[in-house]
């Protein structure tokens, strides 16, 4: 069968767009609804997505514009995905969960639980945090830099993977007539002693059903990219252009060999940011109506923290975007992104932020479902794409458009399943299901 393209929904609450909270069509209490969540999953499991993706923070934000946007109450992801795991049976489930301010042996029991939980569908999307405000809930005055970020999440996975392989797969036979619960030899205790960690092991739960849950990075930088090439099995990145895109998929790609991986064992998936409307009339005017909702104050504030936590509320609406210091706190990924858009668009501060309301410097596209999928197909085929992300402005509207408008149109081009390839995400992905470093 010839390659297909891999989709993830992508899910916030309400939408990606920061005022579709406000649209009269959205359900305004969504971030703790399970009934809402449940719905959305159920829409991207009919249309046979690879997986839901829920972002994380683990702070709200406390400004005082925080007031006026919808981002200070939902699920936290492994606790929303475990109960999704119950009612849904094919589609991936991917939470984020940090290395900055967790303990391995935390997160590692619990995506492995996800895992046996959902008959092998979880992935564990690691972050290093690029929201500063998080270290004042651990204890911290400041975050951590963004080079010892990187030097901890690097060990961190180190330990996560060696505890999931605490167990051989058939360790525990729970041999009644014996009494043997499980296999003495079948056991590895992990003793890891590094620079950031001290965790002896075992883990308490049995290999999971896909030996590893799935391991998903969104970090671009350069030391982003090395630790991706290195132990990522899926990369979310945001780009704005094919050739930037094309670029950014040739460079990670070529960093795979020399730690003996094949290019197909990690799937590159760039968010995509989509308005679809039955007509390109439609779909602009779709897009206008949330566009009308921003607040320049709210969008400005939406942008200082993807530039990487910063406070631009002391600057001019209508003057340029400041000069500003290489983030430590944030993504330096989406700074350099976001501020090349405001060179090249010649854009004020209020028009910047209202132009990333949506997709946040995410690849964006309005049109109708041939118009997209033409673009989706462009990347796919042309070095740039895997399979995206797919960010919609207001849910579950946005979702529903897509799974009905763009995934029909992908599938009769052949770019997408019709049906499930496999029962776990890595059949679903075409990874291969990871060996025991211990045997
Ligand atoms: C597309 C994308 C999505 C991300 N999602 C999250 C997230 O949900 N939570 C989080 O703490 N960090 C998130 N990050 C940031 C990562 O933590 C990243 O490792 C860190 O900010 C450093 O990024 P950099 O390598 O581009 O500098 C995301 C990054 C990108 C590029």
């Known amino acids: 069968m010839s390659r297909q393209l891999k989709l993830g929904a992508f899910l916030m609450a309400t939408g990606h767009h920061v005022a579709a909270w406000r649209h009269p069509q959205v359900p305004a209490n969504a971030g703790l609804d399970f009934a809402h969540y449940k719905r959305l999953a159920q829409i991207a499991e009919a249309a046979r997505f690879d997986t839901l993706f829920v972002a994380d923070s683990v702070a709200a934000p406390t400004q005082n514009i925080a007031s006026r946007m919808a981002r200070s109450d939902h699920f936290e992801p492994l606790t929303l995905l475990s109960a999704l795991s119950a009612v849904t049976e094919h589609i991936g489930l991917i939470a984020t969960a940090t290395t900055s301010y967790n303990e391995p042996y935390h997160v590692a029991r619990k995506f492995a639980s996800l895992d046996h939980l959902s008959g092998g569908r979880a992935g564990w999307n690691l972050v290093t945090s690029d929201n500063a405000a998080e270290a004042l809930n651990f204890g911290r005055d400041a975050h951590i830099g963004h080079a010892e970020r990187y030097s901890r999440a690097r060990e961190f996975h180190q330990v996560v993977t060696g505890l999931w392989d605490s167990w051989e797969d058939d360790a525990f036979h729970r041999d009644k007539a014996s009494g043997e619960y499980y296999d003495p030899a079948k056991l590895h205790v992990l003793e890891h002693v590094g620079e950031h960690f001290r965790v002896k092991g075992p883990l308490n739960v049995a290999r999971s059903p896909q030996g590893q849950p799935v391991i998903v990075q969104a970090g671009s930088s350069e030391t982003g990219r090395e630790l991706a090439a290195q132990t990522a099995e899926v990369v979310f990145t945001a780009q704005t252009s094919l050739a930037g895109a094309q670029?950014?998929?040739?460079?990670?790609?070529?960093?795979?060999?020399?730690?003996?991986?094949?290019?197909?064992?990690?799937?590159?998936?760039?968010?995509?940011?989509?308005?679809?409307?039955?007509?390109?009339?439609?779909?602009?005017?779709?897009?206008?109506?949330?566009?009308?909702?921003?607040?320049?104050?709210?969008?400005?504030?939406?942008?200082?923290?993807?530039?990487g936590n910063f406070d631009l509320s002391k600057y001019p609406l209508d003057g340029p975007l400041?000069?500003?210091?290489?983030?430590?706190?944030?993504?330096?990924?989406?700074?350099?992104?976001?501020?090349?858009?405001?060179?090249?668009?010649?854009?004020?501060?209020?028009?910047?932020?209202?132009?990333?309301?949506?997709g946040r410097g995410h690849y964006s596209l309005v049109g109708t479902p041939a118009q997209i999928a033409d673009r989706l197909q462009e990347w796919f085929e042309q070095g740039a794409a895997d399979g995206f992300n797919v960010l919609v402005p207001h849910l579950p509207g946005g979702l529903e458009d897509f799974a009905h408008g763009v995934v029909p149109e992908l599938q009769r081009r052949g770019l997408f399943r019709t049906e499930y390839e496999g029962r776990t995400l890595r059949e679903n992905l075409g990874l291969a299901r990871p060996g025991n470093r211990f045997v």
């Open 247 to 307: 670029a950014f998929y040739a460079d990670l790609k070529g960093r795979l060999a020399k730690y003996g991986r094949s290019a197909d064992s990690l799937k590159i998936m760039p968010g995509v940011f989509v308005v679809v409307g039955q007509t390109e009339a439609e779909a602009q005017e779709k897009c206008e109506t949330f566009q009308q909702l921003v607040e320049p104050e709210v969008g400005v504030a939406l942008l200082g923290r993807m530039l």
């Open 322 to 358: 400041p000069e500003l210091p290489l983030t430590e706190s944030g993504q330096q990924s989406r700074q350099k992104l976001l501020t090349e858009l405001a060179g090249r668009e010649n854009l004020s501060l209020a028009e910047l932020g209202r132009k990333i309301a949506g």
